[in-house]
């Protein structure tokens, strides 16, 4: 329990690091063309800004310290003057790109620039430098949206934390704990959206690349029934003429000869047509495809996915898989991934049930969605999913009923048997 306390704050101060810095920063431009014999192509605007502010926040803590100086010299002289200026400015620069690492060297460097103007000013109670509150805020703000939210509380807290056992004028407190907890939530707000679009970039990236490879799959279909029907041809003309030609030849070596010559070449054929469209079935790289087909083992898979995406998935196993062919076996993985599918598309948070049942003559697979919480934007699509399901489960010889339920879900139930008809 203890660990789990002190962890954040170890983290925070020590061992933590950020997320890395993005490709392209925002409020990024181009260069004008007249500015094309620079060395830089891109004008960081963010990177500018803070440039601007630390000058500014330096500057002024400088002059301020300087000022003081020449009335009363400092005993640990003027290089401890700049040093204090500089650990004020400084994080700020730092902060796009190690924004952890910025707001250690902040924490260190305040504690200069508290005890400088303390000697230079011989107050009773120290005092923070104008700028340190700035720094504080935007280093804060860089750490919510770059760390994890642990790191981020951490950070906070003794932030906090040392604001208050160095400065304790209630101005102070009260200025500094509102620009300090406004900069964590709204940076630990900006890091959440950025999350959540990143997650749907990758999100509509990989439903891309699954339309891409359902419509192959599609292809490759109607390629297998073109086949099955070029090459059913040629074997039934094949097997007319073997029976023919003895009975036209009636003994003539001659016509024999021509008929056996006719059945060679409309085999020669009936190859070169397999070859043809075996070579279409063939991955870029010219080999087939030789992994094992999915089967009923691998259903747990396909329920931890769709958990991991986020759904919830309560699943039912029932028998043993022994003895299920596997062209059923594929079927049924096939249905409970179409399904799975479907919900994440159509009816995304939705409770699933999947059951897998097997019986002595058949295996049943069932998956039935409760009711979407909210209505999802549509979703563009062939919208081929049942339809696909049904051709898989005709081909098995089984029955696929489908629908919504009476609470507002969809049903998916497939009957599969496993002796064929």
């Known amino acids: 329990m203890l660990a789990d306390l002190v962890r954040p704050f170890t983290l925070a101060l020590v061992k933590g690091s950020a997320d890395p810095a993005p490709a392209r920063p925002a409020f990024t431009v181009t260069t004008p063309r007249w500015l094309g014999l620079l060395p830089v192509h891109r004008l960081h605007l963010a990177f500018l800004a803070d440039f601007v502010i630390a000058w500014v926040v330096f500057g002024t803590a400088l002059n301020m310290m300087i000022s003081e100086h020449d009335r009363r010299p400092l005993d640990a002289g003027i290089g401890m003057i700049y040093l204090t200026a500089i650990s004020t400015a400084l994080p700020i620069v730092l902060r796009h790109r190690w924004p ?44 919510a949206v770059r760390c994890e939210r642990q790191i981020t509380l951490a950070v906070w807290v003794v932030s906090i934390v040392f604001m208050w056992s160095v400065d304790q004028h209630a101005y102070t407190l009260g200025a500094g704990g509102i620009g300090l907890t406004v900069a964590a939530l709204f940076g630990y707000n900006v890091r959440t959206r950025r999350s959540a679009t990143e997650k749907l970039a990758e999100e509509e990236e990989r439903t891309r690349l699954a339309e891409g490879a359902q419509a192959a799959l599609a292809e490759r279909a109607r390629i297998a029934r073109e086949l099955h029907d070029v090459v059913a041809h040629h074997m039934s003309v094949i097997a007319i003429q073997a029976e023919a030609v003895p009975l036209r030849a009636q003994g003539d ?27 279409v079935l063939r991955d870029p790289e010219g080999r087939t495809e030789t992994a094992p087909q999915p089967g009923l083992d691998r259903v747990g898979e396909l329920v ?71 209505v999802p934007p549509p979703v563009g699509g062939a919208g081929q999913g049942l339809a696909g399901m049904r051709e898989r489960v005709a081909l098995v010889g089984g029955t696929l009923t489908t629908g919504p339920t009476p609470e507002g879900g969809f049903s998916v139930e497939a009957r599969l048997p496993v002796e064929p008809a």
Do not use: K
């Not at 000013?121 to 720094?135: D, M, S, T």
């Not at 998935?313 to 028998?319: K, P, R, Y």
């Not at 991934?337 to 697979?365: D, K, Y």
């Open 100 to 143: 952890l690492a910025a707001w250690r060297i902040l924490l260190l460097g305040t504690l200069a620039t508290v005890v400088v103007p303390l000697e230079l000013h011989r107050f009773a109670q120290p005092v923070f430098l104008p700028g340190v509150g700035v720094a504080a805020v935007m280093c804060l703000y860089s750490v």
């Open 253 to 279: 070596a001659a016509q024999l000869e021509s008929g056996m010559a006719d059945i060679r070449g409309l085999s020669l054929e009936a190859i070169a047509e397999l070859r043809r469209v075996l070579g």
């Open 304 to 374: 931890a996915n769709a958990r991991t995406a986020g759904l919830t998935v309560a699943l039912t196993w029932s028998g043993s898989a022994d003895g299920v062919p596997q062209a059923v076996q594929l079927t049924a993985y096939r249905i409970v991934q179409e399904s799975l599918s479907n919900v994440m598309r159509h009816a995304p948070g939705s409770p699933v049930a999947v059951a897998v049942v097997r019986e002595p003559a058949e295996v049943r697979v069932c998956v039935v969605n409760a009711a979407p919480r909210v």
